[in-house]
C-alpha cells in the first residue's frame, strides 16, 4: 500500500486586505482575505492600544473564517490590529491596521440668541 505524505516547506504567506469593516464605540470587526493558495489552519488576531507595550490575543480563528469582531474596547481609543496565518510549518509574517474607536458622549446643541 502507498502512502502519500504532504509536506509543508514553506510557512503562510502574509494574510491580505486585511482592513476594518466596521467601527463602534465599543467594538471593532476585521475582515481579510483567505489565502487560497497555501495551507492555513488557523489565523490568530492581536490587539493593543497605539502606544501600549502589551498585546492581548483575541482569539484564534479557524482557517475558513474572515471576518471577526473585537468586543469590549474603550471609547474615542486608536488600536492597533495585526493578524498572523499558521500551519504546520509555521506562522506568517504579521499584517497590520488600526482603527479609532468612536465615543458615544453627546454634543449639545448651542443655541445663538442675538
Known amino acids: 500500500m502507498d502512502a502519500i505524505i504532504l509536506c509543508l516547506d514553506d510557512t503562510p504567506s502574509v494574510p491580505t486586505s486585511?482592513?476594518?469593516?466596521?467601527?463602534?464605540?465599543t467594538q471593532v470587526t476585521l475582515t481579510w482575505t483567505s489565502l487560497a493558495?497555501?495551507?492555513v489552519t488557523r489565523y490568530t488576531i492581536s490587539y493593543r492600544r497605539i502606544g501600549g507595550c502589551s498585546s492581548t490575543i483575541s482569539e484564534?480563528?479557524?482557517a475558513t473564517?474572515?471576518?471577526?469582531?473585537?468586543?469590549c474596547l474603550?471609547?474615542?481609543i486608536q488600536y492597533e490590529f495585526t493578524i498572523t496565518?499558521?500551519?504546520?510549518?509555521?506562522?506568517?509574517?504579521?499584517?497590520?491596521?488600526?482603527?479609532?474607536t468612536l465615543s458615544t458622549s453627546k454634543q449639545k446643541n448651542t443655541i445663538i440668541i442675538s
Open 60 to 62: 484564534s480563528s479557524t
Open 65 to 71: 473564517r474572515t471576518t471577526i469582531t473585537i468586543f
Open 85 to 100: 496565518a499558521t500551519n504546520s510549518a509555521g506562522t506568517s509574517l504579521p499584517a497590520m491596521t488600526t482603527a479609532t
Open 37 to 39: 493558495t497555501d495551507i
Open 74 to 76: 474603550e471609547e474615542n
Open 18 to 25: 486585511f482592513t476594518h469593516s466596521s467601527v463602534q464605540s
